[in-house]
């Protein structure tokens, strides 16, 4: 089942939207779903053109294409457990939040929070994402706990806080301090970034780029050949401020003497 | 008298009253005595129309405010910081009945040490265990001398500048590279713990010397008191400074006696984040258009909102976000209607519709306040001057939308 | 004049000996009469249970850490959020609930008046506010004296009476309903980082030990004429091998008045255990309980501890700290100058921890080895052992031998070593529930003579009216429709409105604010007393004119007064 849902012109279009509905599943119900404009409910229908193709009897068929300005669109993909979300466009915030199965691809970029405490399936992110990509809630001692998170484009500040489980991948540069308090999963930086795992406890971090502002708190265990590319970098524990036995490895790291 | 100023909350103000004028005020420092003498209130609403602005009614300016906010998809509601819970209580039931965001001056100010606290918790006291107890006060990113002058004489046991500078935190005087506070204060919490070797020769600028030195002291102190303002909260990496402190505080703790208060600013901003706290749950940025409260920073604060030109309405209270906020997050401003409700014309009234005046909070309208460390004092009514109370004008603002949402619920609109 | 009449009410009402009659209850203006008229609204209990309205005698709910608690929390916050709906605000919070959430959520359950665990002197504006935005229950205070300066010293002097003229001067300034007494001397001790043992250590620079602070102050209030009890958290909460503290402490304790206890010691269970360390921990609910049975001056709470997570905040500041170095989780402290302290940290109870499994049996064990129950009251230390909302299973675990056996095959299976509850048949009566609900606090408490706790003429109207004939459950078999019943009343009737429908809330609240004033003899008017008022003036940050609550926070109140014996 394709579902393809065009945004219509909104008459006051920064108002946010929150559009919790929109995942897969609900699609095959065929009932009248809502969405949010600011504090006004609205149907699906009075803000997106709809047109549905071909039906499915399971979630898995089912894919979501959201095409015209979604740019405030949040929530999009909230609790996701199977099928595909396309956003031809930007995104707003809290894509694929609590996702646990399926699959979203953004051909633009992607507003904060992108897949927040994600726990399962992938999200894949052709542009930029904003600030907490990949992150928790506030207060929560846990964040992402599994699922793969890949970023081609640069990613901003916070990226990966308190991971704790999965994967990120982040193609382009991560902004300051990615993988801040990070306990268990993988944080892969392609690009350079600035202070990243302040506080880590645990899991794997690697930066194919440049660190800057690298943190005195790690301690150097050597160096470490990174296989895809046989890339060598440093390799440090951390963060010992925390008591903190992670890894961080890098390729290049200048501290902020 | 309970001063109004800032968030020391001195209550030990004596005022000469002559007439319908404070004349005179002891105790008081600079800041505090400024704030009584201002005269230039408003006389009444004012509304801005095609021919620039005039003076309405109390009814014109009560009604235009409801039908804005009822009207509104996205109503915001700022600002809050310097007048009372009462007031404060008023503005958050408002918010919760129109579905709208409220947000206070936190947001742009210590809210990093809010986001700090919930992340690793408040290791705090009241300021009198620290002027009685403390023998090691650090002052971090602030300067109490200008903001909060009366801080050091009130709440340490130090009088004056000088006897401070020859204390031996002040004689440690970290004079660190912009943006370095989070390195350093993670070096320090590694050296408390007694891990000092890998850490490199120089932190931001400061030798490692000087960190062994400040870590000996912290860990003799009998007790310690960390003090903190926006130098430390607007700084690269913000509440993430403020947790890296908390922490060393709380490392601190597992060796003698240490406590961690925010400097906060404005006399009241605490009391707004304690009401709104017992009241939705959360301490600022709270978001009403799903019917329940959510709160999230970045994204349901004011300045973001206003930014991203989310609100088409916006009533503010008991602060200036015109002289405060951001270019991006002003401009919005004047393109959606705007009602504040305030005794002056400030920065913020070039972007109004319509201003009412209110009376002020610890001058002419009492009110609970909170102190930066959580003690409420009642700020007390010394003069009348005839202007209703923020708690009044937001009291009935309330009842009416009540009363005119009950109306359209009938009628299905 | 406002009559309504509950009519084929269910009651039990152990204040008035009865014990499952069916009857009608006529109330007029918020009391309950003999009679009324013809045009009186009639609501038809339908045969239901029909209780005095519940009290809790000790609950965090309102005031300074209590709010620490929500702020430091907004994950359990976005746990619990209800909509904002006809009058009821929207509420948020699982442990630490809003005020509305609690105040709405206790409705539910058929709660009119509450206890706030804790409230500093201080700071007694705030939990002044918050008990106005609790507005579907009565609201009283324990006010924290464990660490206060000037009782300190007075203590050390063997003076009793000044320590009593403290005591009433300060409840009457911060309209405060009780002494409260955590963790005597420790609280200050931790004002150095320090704490103290047990009753006989020493607190440092004052010079007197827990057990003189706590027999001082049980002849002071017993001086004062208190409603309530010294209310008292022992020292030495939650570890191991502290139940010889506990029977040293209820050893101090003298029988000094004819109509209640001398001590109201409170969530026992954290204060029960046996063993050395968390590696052999075990029960001494046996011991502890026996004491009590012997010692007709003392009542106790449970303090029952259920499984999940929760946040535990106390004034006991120390205690507190030492949980997060065990746990590690965020923690808060705030230390009250010349006060008490406090310390708040989240913890999460599993049924794989034996050391959590001990303590859920603890609480149990004590409710059913006690023999009275007006001497075992039923209570979490909310949030402490458990969120309040899990009332209705501890009633459940209480009244069913059966559903402790399942529970217990859920445990951790070396548990069993470590208990006696697996070997206790008594299984509570629905008496003994109403008992340990509301009859025995408003006993404990001292408000029967204002009309709290029972369904007499000239009672107060609080009733709650519960979903479930007792001639047709047997709680033994039938413990899920008795949990489920407990949950939710069929109304709550407050001051004689129904308040609460179905859980769903009908009017905005009107509660009031009960507080003790002791009128002492000028002689003993400690404000005119030059060392006192040095004290305030050189130690506090606040002013002593400014300290005092201003009637502005007590919109609607009832004082109990009493004459001071000094």
Redesign the interface.
Known sequence: MRVILTAKPRRKPFIPVEAESIIPRHFLQGRDLFIWEGNKKRSLRELFDVMVERTAAAAEEVEVILRGDVSRFKRVGEYMDAGKITIEGDIGMHCGNFMSGGTIEILGNANGWLGREMRGGGILCHGNAGHYAGSGYRGEKFGMKGGTLEILGNAGDFAAEYLTGGDVIIHGNAGDLPGVEMAEGNLLIHGDCSRPCGNMTGGTCTVLGTVHGMLPTFRMTGTVLWEPKKIRLTAFEGDIANRGKGTLQVREFHYDG | M?CPYCACLC??LDVTIEGNRVTGVDNACDLATHKFQTGNRLPGPIRLTGKGWTGIGREEALDFTVEMLLD????LIYGWSTTS?EAQ?HGI?IA?????VIDATTSVCHGPS??A?????????????V???ADVVVYWGCNPLEAHPRHLS??TTYADVRKTESANVADEFLHL?P??D??VL??L??IV?G?TD????????VPKAQFLRIGEICKGA??GAFFFGVGLTQT??KY?NI??AI?LV?EL??H??W?LTPMRGHFNVYGF???C???????YAVD????????????TTAVDILA???C?ACLVVASDPGAHFPRAAVEHLASIPVVQIDPMVNATTAFCDVQMPAAVTGIDA?G?A?RMD?????AKKILDLGYPTDSAILGEIYRRIRDERKVREVKGT | MTELLLSNACVIDPLNRVNGDVMDIAIRDGWIVESVGNGAEVIDAKGFLTLAGGIDSHTHLCGTKVNFGRYMMPEDMRAGRTIRRGLMHATSGYSVPTTYGNSYRYSAMGYTSILEGAMAPLEARHTHEEFSATPLQDTMANTLFDGNWSVMEAVREKDVKRAAAIVAWTLAAVKGFAIKLTNPGGTEAWGWGKNVTCIRDTVPHFDVTPAEIIETLIRANELLRLPHSVHLHCNNLGAPGNYQCTLGTFDLVPDLNKERQSLYATHVQFHAYGGTSWKDINSKAEPVAYAVNRKPQIVIDMGQMMFGKTTTMTADGPMEFNLYRLHHNKWSNHDVELETGSGIIPVYYSKKSLVNCVMWAIGLELALLVKDPWQCLLATDNPNGAPFVRYPEIIGLLMSRRYRDEELRTIHPGTEKRIVLHTLDRELTWYDIAVMTRAGQAKALGITKIGKGHLGIGGEADIAVYPIRIGETDPSRDYAAVVSAFQRTAWTIKRGRVVTRDGEVVVEGTNRTIWARSRVPEAYDISKDDRFVKTFDRYYTVRMANYPVQDAYIPRSTCIESEAVL
């Not at chain 2, 919760?96 to 709208?100: L, M, P």
């Not at chain 2, 890998?198 to 600028?205: D, L, S, T």
């Not at chain 2, 706290?277 to 301490?283: D, K, L, N, R, S």
């Not at chain 2, 959580?374 to 009642?378: A, D, E, K, L, W």
């Open positions: 309970v209550d030990d509104a998809d996205r109503p819970v209580s039931h919760e009945e129109i579905g709208g809010i986001l606290i919930q992340e690793v918790g408040h290791p705090g006291c009241t300021l009198g265990q002027k009685n107890r009130r709440y590279k943006g370095g989070y390195a993670g070096a919490r590694a713990r891990k890998f850490i490199p020769a120089h932190v931001a600028g009998k007790y690269a990496g993430k947790r890296n922490e709380d703790n597992r003698t006696k406590t984040n304690e009401v706290t017992w009241a939705t749950g959360y301490p009403f258009s799903r019917g329940m409260a959510f709160y999230n920073p970045g994204e991203r030109k989310e088409d009492e609970t909170y959580g003690v409420p004092i009642r």
